[in-house]
Structure formats: C-alpha cells, structure tokens
C-alpha cells in the first residue's frame, strides 16, 4: 500500500509539502516553481501521495495528473517562448512521483544536452527569462484553478 502525504517517508525531499514555491495545489498534486536560476521558470508536478510508478495510480489518477503536466507545459510555452519544453520524470534518486517541466533555449547552460549534463563554459544572461516569472505565475495559478 503506498503512503498518504501525511504519512511523509522521511528519507524523501518530495514528500514535504513546503519544499519550494507552491504554485497551485489539490488534495492529490502540487506544482512547485523550482528556483533556478540557470532555468528561470522551470516546474515540477508532485503526486502527493508517495508512489514510484505512474502505473501505482489508477487510470483516472493518471489522467488527472498527466493533464496538469500539459496545462504546465502549455503556459510555459506560451508565457517563456522557450525554444523546446523539456518534460521528464526519472525518479531514479527520489522514487516518488513527479514530472520536470522544463523551459530549453538554444543558449542555456546545457543545450542541447539534459540539464543535468555538464554545462557549457558560457551560457546565455537569464534576467530577461526571470523578468517572466511574475507573469507564468499568474498564468499557473490562473490555468490550474
């Protein structure tokens, strides 16, 4: 049986609810705006319950999670401009699920590799990037209610 949020597993940094910037949130998920200052605007969608699999949740969970990860991605898209939307759920050191939504641009630190790869020596100012993250905000929380 997989545990209740408030049954936190204690080894896991997901299952507590007040890491990082809760955007918009149910009994079931969380969206967090993860500060970053490399990927301004860069997301993360946790199941709020501590499961590894998506196929640990049923078919109407699955769904109800999945269509937050594409509003997520679609307001990114359209509030960021990014040049490609990284979406991704590893769970390889944190098993509890979750999806990275994430902002690319041609002159990030690690285009075209995964952000986790080593960066480039040079990357592109992210000010501008940052400016943006009042307005996603208010697109999130405007989308997700």
């Known amino acids: 049986m997989t545990a209740h949020i408030s049954e936190r597993v204690a080894a896991c940094e997901l299952c507590d609810p ?6 918009a ?3 079931d998920w969380r969206l967090i705006l ?7 605007g860069f997301c993360r ?17 699955r769904d109800t999670l999945m269509a937050v ?5 679609l307001v990114l898209r359209e509030v960021m401009q990014p040049d490609k939307v990284n979406v991704a759920s590893f ?3 944190v098993p509890h699920l979750h999806w990275h939504i994430i902002p690319r641009y041609r002159d990030d630190a690690h285009f ?4 986790w790869a080593p960066a ?13 993250l009042p307005q996603l905000r208010a697109a999130l929380i405007a989308r997700l209610r």
């Not at 480039?120 to 943006?132: G, Q, V």
């Open 18 to 23: 007040g890491r990082g910037e809760v955007i």
């Open 25 to 27: 949130q149910t009994g």
């Open 34 to 40: 993860v500060d970053d200052v490399q990927y301004p």
């Open 45 to 61: 969608v946790v199941w709020n319950r501590h499961v590894k699999e998506m196929t640990d949740l049923s078919e109407q969970d």
């Open 69 to 73: 990860v594409w509003k997520v991605e």
């Open 91 to 93: 769970g390889n050191v």
């Open 112 to 115: 075209p590799s995964p952000i």
């Open 120 to 132: 480039r020596p040079e990357w592109a100012d992210t000010s501008a990037r940052r400016a943006l």
